[in-house]
């Protein structure tokens, strides 16, 4: 769980402000794609199309191996 937080945080600093923000708004504080994309200035479907950018990157961030466990690979 810990790793899983890490990869989190890590894979966020990744993103570009505004897909960081979409996450955020969305998945983080509960908003619905219409009323995220209003408070950003955007579209609803740019929205949709940035969370689900955003959630593959995360989800790559997560499956791959952290530094430690890269270094103790033979």
């Given at each position: 769980a810990e790793r899983a937080g890490r990869a989190l945080v890590s894979g966020l600093t990744t993103l570009s402000p505004v897909d960081r923000?979409?996450?955020e708004l969305v998945d983080i504080a509960?908003?619905?794609s219409r009323?995220?994309?209003s408070a950003l200035g955007l579209g609803?479907?740019?929205v949709r199309m940035r969370l689900m950018r955003a959630r593959a990157r995360l989800?790559?961030?997560a499956s791959a191996p952290s530094p430690e466990q890269a270094r103790s690979r033979p």
């Open positions: 923000a979409v996450v509960g908003l619905r009323e995220a994309a609803p479907g740019a989800r790559k961030a």
